[in-house]
């Protein structure tokens, strides 16, 4: 029987219904116009209110709304959509879960002026039901917003990763390596792997690991430049690290760091023209007068 | 003589080039073989080819520090080339860094170093 | 790890680290078992290698850089252990050393 009421006022009362639960949020301010126009949010709502109305339909021969059914497929997959449409336009996951919510109140109250006061329990159990089932799909829609959010973190990670550790070819056999920011343990093994792959790919004697950019170096940065110079140096090439600033030399010296065999130039400039003499390599730069 | 490696004298110059399925009594077997040649042969320079090798453990790492501690002994100065990126790495993060073995790019390379010293 | 499709580094790394700690078992451990289990959901390769030699004494020692009780360079134990993403070593003199160790693929 409730569920026979939820389905009679979802399908009896859709225009209105539609009206109430796209005016609770433009109430709440869940509406952003900001974000995207009231045709596609109205377009949005009618998709989700359908598959919703067709879940319930295929309830009501059980006469209960089970959250783990079947049924919902549609409204899973049209949530899906939804959800990674408003999260790619900056909606908040609380936004998000608040307009899924915002369909009770409207209901309640259409099932409460509809369904006879003398049948209390069939009311309170129909709310029940309907609440059940609306704050699963609230939750529903949180994770799919996190999972989204999840991905976009990682995709971002790896951007970021192979953003932070570019290989540059700065002449014949010499390759450049500028690192910014800060090196984790990851990002070093990221970084040994690109430069070691590069010296293989271009075919370079030199690679120049310039740290002008990089904020701090502790004991674990420093080892981390020498294992890749080491490694730089089995393969055959060797490894200049240019852009020690007075400070990290100093922090170098205190931590007892011992670059011991490793070539190490103030400036990315300084390291070039070393290079270029090791490599017996006259550049000549004419100026047209 | 299983022929896991394979020596060759070009221009007074031992090649060496290791197979990519070498075992354990093979490479111990190459230092015996090498130093012979080597000396049979007044070998000027050894250029180790590890461009096979997709493993190298410590066990294969001490032997090649061997094979060019062998090589300065009989006077002929030892260049380790081919080493694979992920090879470089993984013996790094053992600890063998090999600091008594020369290393060039490739054969070519070291050829050339070994000409040059001479 | 073909079959997850890993990099050339992972493999090397892991199979490094498995030969290293097969040479221990087969030198001081007089023959070793191993098992090779593959997690195709977390992407992770177990291996277990077991020899019932004579175990190891003092452990942290083994575990350090440059300790060799063989004649090798002592780096094999502790250098499998950074190689490997999981490590567990578990030996109990006289009965046997057991090694358990994954790799990421």
Known sequence: MPVRHIHVILDNE???????????????????????????????????????TKGVSASIESDALDPEADCWDDLRAALAEVTRERTKRGVSTGEMAAFVLALKYPLFERLGATVDDTNGGVLIEAINQFTRLIDAVSLYTTELCISERDKTIKRQQDEMMELASPVVELWDRIIAVPLVGTLDSMRAQEVMENTLSAIVDKKADIVIIDITGVVTVDTQVAQHLIRTAAAVRLMGGEAIISGISPRIAQTMVQLGVDTGEIRTRSSLR???????????????????? | MAQAAGLFMVDEIMLVAIDEDINDSDIVALQDRLSEEVYAN??????????????????????????????????APTYLVGMRPAVAMTLVELGMTLPSVKTARNLQHAVTRLRAAR | MDALEAKVIRKTRLVTAVSEIFRNGLIYGGGAVVIIHCDEDDRMVWIDCRDTGPGIVDMELALSDGYTSGGGLGRGLGGAKRLSDEFEIVSEPGVGTQVRLAGRA
């Open chain 2, 42 to 75: 007044d070998a000027q320079g050894i250029v180790i080819d590890i461009s096979a090798l997709e493993i190298v453990d410590t066990f294969v790492g001490r032997i090649i520090a061997q094979l060019a501690g062998i090589g300065i002994l009989l006077d």
């Open chain 1, 14 to 52: 859709r225009a209105s219904l539609l009206r109430a639960w796209g005016s609770t949020q433009a109430e709440e301010g869940l509406i952003r116009k900001d974000l995207f126009s009231e045709r596609e949010a109205r377009s949005q709502i009618e998709m989700l209110y359908d598959a919703l």
């Open chain 1, 270 to 289: 300084m390291a070039l023209a070393d290079a270029f003499r090791t490599l017996e390599t006259d550049v000549v730069i004419r100026t047209a007068k």
